[in-house]
Protein backbone atom coordinates (compact mmCIF):
# COMPACT_ATOMS: atom_id res chain seq x y z
CA UNK A 1 0.00 0.00 0.00
CA UNK A 2 1.56 3.14 -0.74
CA UNK A 3 0.44 6.42 1.27
CA UNK A 4 1.06 9.72 0.05
CA UNK A 5 2.44 13.03 2.05
CA UNK A 6 -0.42 15.96 2.46
CA UNK A 7 -1.36 18.51 5.25
CA UNK A 8 -4.07 18.86 6.89
CA UNK A 9 -4.84 22.43 7.94
CA UNK A 10 -8.23 23.50 10.49
CA UNK A 11 -9.32 26.80 10.57
CA UNK A 12 -11.47 28.22 13.64
CA UNK A 13 -12.48 31.45 12.58
CA UNK A 14 -16.15 33.30 13.38
CA UNK A 15 -18.73 32.60 10.74
CA UNK A 16 -18.84 35.53 9.29
CA UNK A 17 -15.46 35.21 7.17
CA UNK A 18 -16.78 31.74 5.80
CA UNK A 19 -17.25 32.80 2.48
CA UNK A 20 -13.50 34.77 3.11
CA UNK A 21 -11.72 31.42 4.00
CA UNK A 22 -13.39 29.36 1.48
CA UNK A 23 -12.57 31.50 -1.13
CA UNK A 24 -8.83 31.61 -0.21
CA UNK A 25 -8.88 27.83 -0.47
CA UNK A 26 -10.51 27.69 -3.90
CA UNK A 27 -8.22 30.80 -4.76
CA UNK A 28 -4.89 28.69 -3.17
CA UNK A 29 -5.81 25.62 -5.21
CA UNK A 30 -7.36 23.64 -2.94
CA UNK A 31 -9.22 20.83 -4.32
CA UNK A 32 -12.31 20.66 -1.30
CA UNK A 33 -12.60 21.23 2.27
CA UNK A 34 -14.84 20.38 5.16
CA UNK A 35 -17.02 22.81 7.44
CA UNK A 36 -18.10 22.03 11.35
CA UNK A 37 -20.72 24.33 12.99
CA UNK A 38 -20.90 25.07 16.04
CA UNK A 39 -17.66 25.31 17.43
CA UNK A 40 -17.24 26.00 21.03
CA UNK A 41 -14.58 26.95 23.09
CA UNK A 42 -12.71 29.33 25.72
CA UNK A 43 -9.60 30.68 25.04
CA UNK A 44 -7.49 34.29 25.12
CA UNK A 45 -10.61 35.92 24.26
CA UNK A 46 -12.74 34.41 26.23
CA UNK A 47 -15.87 31.74 25.93
CA UNK A 48 -16.85 32.01 22.37
CA UNK A 49 -19.74 29.40 20.38
CA UNK A 50 -23.05 29.25 20.17
CA UNK A 51 -25.52 31.30 22.31
CA UNK A 52 -28.81 29.97 20.26
CA UNK A 53 -31.24 32.63 18.89
CA UNK A 54 -28.80 34.62 17.02
CA UNK A 55 -28.62 31.95 14.03
CA UNK A 56 -24.51 32.02 12.67
CA UNK A 57 -23.99 35.45 14.29
CA UNK A 58 -21.21 35.45 16.60
CA UNK A 59 -20.73 31.69 15.94
CA UNK A 60 -17.24 29.66 15.10
CA UNK A 61 -17.13 27.50 12.47
CA UNK A 62 -14.10 25.44 11.46
CA UNK A 63 -13.11 24.59 7.74
CA UNK A 64 -10.71 21.54 7.23
CA UNK A 65 -8.48 20.77 4.28
CA UNK A 66 -6.11 18.42 3.16
CA UNK A 67 -3.94 19.52 0.73
CA UNK A 68 -0.55 19.13 -1.05
CA UNK A 69 2.79 20.96 1.11
CA UNK A 70 2.55 23.79 -1.90
CA UNK A 71 -0.81 24.52 -1.90
CA UNK A 72 -0.90 24.70 1.71
CA UNK A 73 2.01 26.85 1.89
CA UNK A 74 -0.44 29.46 -0.30
CA UNK A 75 -2.83 29.05 2.12
CA UNK A 76 -1.03 29.93 5.01
CA UNK A 77 0.29 32.95 3.83
CA UNK A 78 -2.98 34.38 2.59
CA UNK A 79 -4.42 33.31 6.59
CA UNK A 80 -1.51 35.06 8.03
CA UNK A 81 -2.31 38.19 5.90
CA UNK A 82 -5.82 38.02 7.41
CA UNK A 83 -4.63 37.38 10.97
CA UNK A 84 -2.32 40.64 10.34
CA UNK A 85 -5.68 42.33 9.39
CA UNK A 86 -7.21 41.87 12.76
CA UNK A 87 -9.08 38.96 12.36
CA UNK A 88 -8.83 35.94 14.71
CA UNK A 89 -8.51 32.88 13.76
CA UNK A 90 -6.50 30.08 15.16
CA UNK A 91 -4.59 27.31 12.71
CA UNK A 92 -3.52 23.99 13.24
CA UNK A 93 -1.29 22.19 10.38
CA UNK A 94 -0.52 18.58 10.80
CA UNK A 95 1.12 16.18 8.61
CA UNK A 96 -0.94 14.08 7.45
CA UNK A 97 -1.21 10.71 5.09
CA UNK A 98 -3.55 9.97 2.90
CA UNK A 99 -4.03 6.70 0.41
CA UNK A 100 -6.29 8.71 -2.82
CA UNK A 101 -3.14 11.22 -3.43
CA UNK A 102 -5.21 12.90 -6.74
CA UNK A 103 -7.96 13.56 -4.20
CA UNK A 104 -6.01 15.98 -2.36
CA UNK A 105 -4.14 19.00 -4.71
Not at 13 to 42: D, M, P, Q, R, W
Not at 59 to 64: G, L, P
Request: glycine share 12%; net charge positive; proline share 2%.
Amino acid sequence: MKLFPKKRISIIVESTYKENIIKLLEKSGASGFTLYKGIYGKGRNGIKGDYGGLGDIGMNIEIVTITSPETAEKILFGLQKRIDQGIIIIVHVIDVYVLRDDYFS
